[in-house]
């Protein structure tokens, strides 16, 4: 599709890192790439859609290619009954996801009003991470409109990282370095906070929206109206 690789992402991320003294490993350099494709896929995530039959029941599976504990299915995702015009959407009140110990899947969408019947389908949409190709035959998914904005997200956590390089004041090999450890950690984070504002405006986040990737793969167990478990709550009850 002409997406770019991993490869381009490493090339952009020296580009803008400058890091002439290679403090950063490849393998930090990756971390950090990898950390900007994962707070990505939740700003603008990946999507896939399947039909599915309906088996009788008001239960049923998710899906293969379903990410436990990151999947979520967006508003107009559950399109049932199918082929009308225009599309019928089910409304969140209509479903839910129920997190069962026994069933064959971990999460299972749980219709609570119109349910297709054995042999009638309905089509699903849900959300699931980017992938970097490790190469020009492989799949990648970040369109190459993003190339620029990950990048420099990418670039915001290796600076993050080398500014955490310069607090360690027991490394030998800071005492060479002509400029004095704790101005190039403030200068860092500085920057780090420049390429991370520059990805945010591309994208119109609010700083709110800006939270470190981290802590993006945290799941209510219990929900906030009954403290019922094994259910996820969605967006009008957080």
């Known amino acids: 599709m002409g997406e770019k690789t991993r490869a381009d992402y490493r090339n952009l991320l020296s580009n803008l890192l400058q890091d002439n003294a290679t403090k950063l490993t490849a393998s930090a350099r990756d971390d950090a790439i990898n950390a900007a494709v994962t707070f990505h896929s939740r700003v603008k995530p990946d999507y896939r859609r399947r039909s599915i039959t309906g088996n009788g029941s008001s239960t049923i599976g998710t899906p293969t290619g379903w990410h436990n504990d990151w999947s979520v ?15 019928t959407y089910l409304e969140e009140d209509d479903w839910l ?24 389908t309905f089509n699903l949409k849900w959300t699931i991470p980017h992938t970097l190709s490790a ?100 967006r009008k009850w957080r």
Do not use: C
Request: overall charge negative; charged content about 20%; cysteine-free.
């Open 73 to 87: 299915i967006p508003s107009e995702g559950l399109e049932y009954p199918v082929n009308k015009i225009p599309p």
């Open 97 to 120: 996801l129920k997190e069962s110990p026994t069933a064959s899947t971990k999460y299972q969408i749980v219709f609570l009003g119109a349910q297709p019947g054995t042999g009638e």
């Open 135 to 234: 190469g020009a035959t492989a799949s990648a998914t970040i369109v190459t409109a993003h190339y620029r904005p990950v990048g420099m997200l990418a670039a915001s956590f290796a600076l993050e990282a080398l500014a955490a390089f310069y607090t360690q004041s027991g490394d030998s090999t800071i005492a060479v370095d002509s400029m004095n450890p704790q101005t190039k950690e403030q200068g860092y984070d500085r920057l780090a906070g420049r390429w991370r504002k520059r990805y945010q405006e591309y994208f119109g986040l609010s700083d709110d929206q800006i939270a470190p990737a981290s802590v993006w793969h945290d799941v209510d167990r219990l929900s906030s109206w009954n403290k019922t478990d094994f259910f996820i709550h969605r």
